[in-house]
């Protein structure tokens, strides 16, 4: 955890901005706005003041907000942050827009459409789940032996802890790929070694370390889920 | 600065210093909803994530938190008033009314809210919480998570530990692990989580409410490090500044938090 303490401050024009790393706001100067007035610092609170809360912008706080006072009690505070919140990166290092197609979204679990239909199967004909299947998932499936993998080979020690393959259904194609991952570990197909990316077709034998499986698809030419209608539990 | 997803309903009290923070992440819109509410003796405090998965997350957890504050502001300082039985009734009424949110088209919704809320009075707590929302307890260089969380991954954790399914089965429904078993919206509650008895507070101690923007990055361990031994509003800082390091070049899901502090 960084033990340098950042003091965020608001320039008129609604940025916020790490004074302790830039004089005046970084965002103005980018958009070339002017200063209207100067920036308003926050107040320095003393970290080992614990009997005095540190109070900000108070009287912007917004929200059905009820008081008995003419503004919060001293003992309320707020980080300066909401929409307008920015990083403490430099302003050319400030994030784009990043793809969310990674989120997770809460769901129920009693909906039918929020479970993932299954779009084919990795079968192990080699190695400890001799005889088990792992369902592949439309997107990327990712193969490796620590918990937070899509398919997790816990207990296969030539396995990679790291992405050791990842296999791809891409849905508007109806196309399975296999492509290694960033580990130290192999990846063959049919006995050929994989270096970026190779098309699956049924029945082909994919090696990990060790570990034979053998590839089943569902989905394909003659099916896709996008075929079906959605069935209700 | 200017927090529009909050309903404060605040009188003065000096018992309990308190903090909080909200932010919207790389999500498009802001699903996160909370609330303070104080009185002279008392303090509640409540978060509410909008069920991104499903229609109209931050109508759901907006109402929700409407519903929670206006309630519990009118038995604030009745403790002994608010048992079990009492604040199933308050989820049913919230759960009720969530569950008939309609669409612009005028069909249901189906929109859903988590809850996590505590309530504290002349030093002792009550929690109520539906969903996968956390409340930490931090005190003397611990932290307790206080709340379970009613999601799938926490059946397959006691399947798992009765020997119902084997660790590859385990591992691969933990793929879909985080859908809601419990939420604000169900029509009709099966499952919440609440204290049978008050908690009892020390000097010093930090009561942490946080949505799950904030545990999917920050561990338990690096929350209690970044809390402790500090007021509420440099906690909160110094929360959500590891909160950003932690998801620098990844995506953030709405992330709040309200800190109490017990003085």
Not at chain 1, 172 to 177: E, G, L, N, S, V
Not at chain 2, 190 to 212: A, G, K, W, Y
Request: glycine residues 8%; aromatic residues 8%.
């Amino acid at each position: 955890m960084s033990e340098n303490r950042s003091i965020k401050a608001k320039c008129p024009n609604g940025h916020f901005y790490n004074q302790s790393k830039y004089a005046s706001c970084p965002y103005c100067a980018i958009l070339n706005l002017s200063r209207k007035e100067e920036d308003v610092p926050p107040q320095e609170e003393a970290a080992s003041d614990v009997s005095d809360a540190f109070v900000r912008d108070v009287s912007d706080i917004r929200g059905n907000q009820e008081t008995a006072a003419e503004q919060l009690p001293a003992d309320v505070s707020v980080y300066s942050s909401g929409q307008d919140d920015v990083p403490d990166d430099t302003p050319e290092e400030m994030p784009e827009d990043t793809p969310e197609d990674d989120d997770v979204r809460t769901v129920s679990f009693y909906t039918a459409e929020s479970v993932d239909p299954v779009v084919g199967w990795l079968v192990c004909i080699k190695g400890k789940h001799f005889g088990d299947y792992f369902e592949l998932f439309a997107g990327r499936n990712e193969i490796g032996r620590s918990a937070g993998k899509d398919i997790s080979l816990y207990d296969e020690p030539s396995i990679s802890k790291k992405t050791h393959a990842v296999v791809i259904f891409e849905p508007r194609h109806r196309t399975f790929y296999i492509q290694a991952g960033d580990s130290h570990g192999l990846t063959y197909l049919n006995g050929e070694m994989i270096v970026s990316h190779q098309q699956m077709i049924p029945g082909s034998i994919v090696t990990l370390g060790d570990v034979v499986f053998k590839f089943i698809p569902l989905c394909g030419e003659d099916f896709d889920w996008n075929d079906v209608e959605t069935v209700q539990k | 600065m200017s927090f529009e997803n909050c309903r404060l309903m605040l009188n003065r009290q000096n018992k309990y210093e308190f903090s909080f923070a909200s932010v919207i992440g790389t999500r498009n819109s802001q699903e996160d909803y909370f609330g303070v509410v104080t009185s002279e003796r008392s303090i509640v405090a409540c978060i509410c994530d909008g069920m991104g998965g499903l229609e109209n997350g931050a109508e759901a957890s907006e109402m929700s938190v409407d519903i929670f504050t206006d309630e519990i502001s009118s038995v604030m300082d009745l403790f002994s008033y608010q048992t079990p039985e009492y604040y199933l009734s308050l989820l049913d009424k919230m759960d009720h009314d969530v569950h008939r949110i309609k669409k612009t088209d005028g069909s249901k919704a189906g929109a859903g809210s988590t809850l996590v809320s505590v309530f504290i009075c002349d030093g002792e707590m009550k929690w109520l919480s539906v969903g996968d929302s956390t409340i930490y307890l931090v005190r003397a260089g611990k932290i307790t998570r206080l709340n379970q969380y009613h999601n799938y991954q926490t059946l397959l954790d006691d399947k798992l530990s009765k020997g119902l399914i084997d660790k590859a089965q385990y591992l691969r429904e933990s793929r879909k692990g985080h859908a809601l078993t419990g939420f604000i919206g169900m029509g009709g509650i099966s499952r919440f989580d609440t204290c049978q008895v008050p908690f009892h507070l020390e000097r010093n101690d930090m009561i942490v409410l946080c949505s799950d923007g904030v545990t999917n990055r920050v561990s338990p361990d690096e929350t209690m490090q970044a809390v402790s031994g500090k007021s509420a509003s440099r906690a909160v800082d110094v929360l959500m500044d590891l909160l950003d390091e932690n998801s620098r070049g990844k995506s953030m899901d709405n992330a709040t938090t309200v800190i109490i502090r017990i003085k």
